[in-house]
């Protein structure tokens, strides 16, 4: 279940994208493989999402190199993302 919050200043396909991105980085959509179907993604939903925020979400991933459409088969995963930048304050003993 992808938990979107309705209320959230955050708009909904950022939600979505930041969830399925949360996703294909802990390796449940690994690289290759098809994420869920925007009906899917509806239903994962439970239904608090249209199909246009499903689209934007996607968008979203492929703009980041994260996922590609293949015409006729679906949305596939074909890189990682990568990972948050770190704080800079940790870890940093230059900074002291």
């Known amino acids: 279940m992808i938990e979107i919050?309705?209320?959230?200043?955050?708009?909904m396909y950022v939600q979505l994208a930041s969830a399925l991105r949360e996703r294909i980085r802990r390796g449940e959509i690994p690289v290759g493989r098809r994420i869920p179907s925007h009906y899917e993604l509806e239903q994962e939903t439970g239904g608090a999402v249209s199909r246009r925020t499903i689209k934007s979400?996607?968008?979203?991933?492929?703009t980041e190199g994260i996922v590609q459409g293949v015409q006729g088969k679906?949305?596939?995963?074909?890189?990682?993302?990568e990972h948050p930048?770190?704080?800079?304050?940790e870890g940093d003993e230059?900074?002291?």
């Open 85 to 89: 930048p770190a704080d800079p304050s």
């Open 57 to 62: 979400a996607i968008e979203v991933l492929a």
């Open 5 to 11: 919050d309705r209320d959230s200043i955050t708009p």
């Open 94 to 96: 230059s900074a002291d």
């Open 74 to 81: 679906g949305v596939f995963v074909i890189a990682l993302p």
